[in-house]
């Protein structure tokens, strides 16, 4: 599961794909449609595209990166401590022992789990 989360910790946007998909190859779909001042990620999402996407839409880029990137970029590392905040809102999906399981045989029964437990974290 792909997961946008807003500055509380809200999920605002999820896509399931298949345990072996990338997470930067839904990056860009994933933040479709969203606006904010920055993009916070882990060094899964370092990759010139989205960098090049960001810039172009004037958001900051707060993602680490690679090691075995040649040309090393700054980042705001005190705004990156903040990126709690996401992994507490994978956690509290994995709160759901369907979920962090994943008991569901398809797909959409289980993006159907997740959007439920979205629902009750957004009711809280």
């Known amino acids: 599961m792909h997961l946008a989360v807003d500055a509380l910790g809200l999920p605002v946007k999820m896509i399931v794909t298949d345990g072996n998909a990338a997470d ?42 690679k090691r075995n990137r040649k040309d090393q970029r700054a980042y705001d590392k005190d705004l990156y401590k903040l990126r709690h905040i996401i992994e507490n809102a994978f956690l509290k999906f994995k709160a759901w022992r369907s979920i962090a399981t994943r008991y569901a045989k ?10 439920l437990a979205a629902i009750m974290l957004w009711l809280r």
Request: aromatic share 4%.
């Open 24 to 65: 930067c190859s839904q990056a860009e779909a994933l933040i479709d449609g969203l606006h904010g001042d920055c993009l916070m990620a882990d060094k899964a999402y370092d990759t010139n595209a989205l960098l090049d996407l960001l810039e172009s839409r004037k958001t900051a880029a707060v993602i680490p990166p």
């Open 106 to 115: 398809t797909t959409a029964s289980f993006l159907a789990e997740c959007q």
